[in-house]
Nanobody
Framework: LQLVESGGGLVQPGGSLRLSCAAS????????IGWFRQAPGKEREGVSC???????YYADSVKGRFTISSDNAKNTVSLQMNSLKPEDTAVYYC??????????????????WGQGTQVTVSS
């Protein structure tokens, strides 16, 4: 089973980025794919997640600016990030929780993790 993130980079405040997470090697009916981020010196925090039935969650800090979506045919989950702020700067990770049909937001709930992609918001 493998998760591969892409789409990070450097963007100015107010700009946009789209992160993608390609998942391969699993066939479970119930799962959750989440996006987390970790800034230097801070704990890893949940940003957003989507369940296999399409339910979504957003942290208050990103609500209204980030949108999560899934393409089940391609086993890909994307995170569209708009109106980016310097405080969004972090390494972003996607993660997979298996056999869980509901929203889960804690890192310990997830079984597999991608390698992370850096997002830097700076002028």
């Amino acid at each position: 089973l493998q998760l591969v993130e892409s789409g990070g980079g450097l963007v100015q405040p107010g700009g946009s980025l789209r992160l993608s997470c390609a998942a391969s090697g699993f066939t479970f009916d119930d799962y959750v794919i989440g996006w987390f981020r970790q800034a230097p010196g801070k704990e890893r925090e949940g940003v957003s997640c989507i369940t296999s039935d399409g339910s979504t969650y957003y942290a208050d800090s990103v609500k209204g600016r980030f949108t999560i979506s899934s393409d089940n045919a391609k086993n890909t989950v994307s995170l569209q990030m708009n109106s980016l702020k310097p405080e969004d700067t972090a390494v972003y990770y996607c993660a997979l929780a298996l056999e869980i049909p509901t929203i889960v937001t804690m890192p310990g709930d997830y079984d597999y993790w991608g390698q992370g992609t850096q997002v830097t918001v700076s002028s």
